[in-house]
């Protein structure tokens, strides 16, 4: 397994989605403002709503989260993600700095 990969994914699920959930464009989109606005050297966003993009798991591994305690690191994450949460009702995260990863 490779450092960083998340963990749980099964033989035979088709390519792009795991067994906790999907890579939608929500999904997709997420990460990439993610990796944007927090300068991150990676991101993993998962859609675990059925596809409809309100419940999303999120990886963040930053220097930017160097120093900062937890909330700090959600609240950025929070911030990045402004727009997008008007529609996300749930949002799960894990916020890394590099060395943490």
């Known amino acids: 397994e490779e450092k960083g990969e998340r963990r749980g ?7 792009g989605r795991t067994d906790r ?3 939608t464009e929500m999904a997709e989109a997420i990460a990439s403002k993610l990796k944007e606005k927090l300068e991150a050297k990676h991101v993993e966003a998962v859609d675990l709503s059925d ?6 798991d999120v990886l963040v ?10 909330l700090e ?7 990045a993600l402004e727009e997008e949460m008007k529609t996300i009702h749930a949002i799960t995260m894990k916020c890394k700095t590099v060395k943490q990863w």
């Open 9 to 15: 994914k099964k033989e035979g699920i088709e390519k």
């Open 73 to 79: 690191r959600q609240r950025a994450v929070h911030e």
């Open 51 to 56: 596809g409809c993009g309100a419940k999303i």
């Open 21 to 23: 959930g999907e890579r």
């Open 61 to 70: 591994v930053s220097d930017k989260f160097e120093g900062m305690k937890l």
